[in-house]
Nanobody, 116 residues
Framework: QVQLVESGGGSVQPGGSLRLSCAVS??????????MGWYRQAPGKQRELVAG???????NYADSVKGRFTISKDNAKSTVYLQMNSLKPEDTAVYYC????????WGQGTQVTVSS
């Protein structure tokens, strides 16, 4: 069974930065071929996809994070990253990674809190 382990969350002030990591326990070839995404779920809201990267390197962002977040994928380490800059209070949520079609069992997520 694939395991997704997210880390790197924390509490920051508005305008701050965080770098999230997601380690994926899956064979290298499967990870290399997987289109991966970062999702977030704020209290009382549905989980939403905020950034995605295909196996070919095509990247998409939700409008709410475009220009501030950067997704990247290290196939050698089977790890996906999310660099988050210029954080806003509305970015507060639990962040998860998964494939773009969420086919794997969700991990525990990592909490990001943006507050002054």
């Amino acid at each position: 069974q694939v395991q997704l382990v997210e880390s790197g969350g924390g509490s920051v002030q508005p305008g701050g930065s965080l770098r999230l990591s997601c380690a994926v326990s899956v064979s290298g070839i499967i990870f290399r071929l997987a289109a991966m995404g970062w999702y977030r779920q704020a209290p009382g809201k549905q989980r939403e996809l905020v950034a995605g990267i295909t196996s070919g390197g095509t990247i998409n962002y939700a409008d709410s994070v475009k220009g501030r977040f950067t997704i990247s994928k290290d196939n050698a380490k089977s790890t996906v990253y999310l660099q988050m800059n210029s954080l806003k209070p509305e970015d507060t949520a639990v962040y998860y990674c998964n494939t773009n079609d969420a086919r794997w069992t969700w991990g525990q997520g990592t909490q990001v809190t943006v507050s002054s």
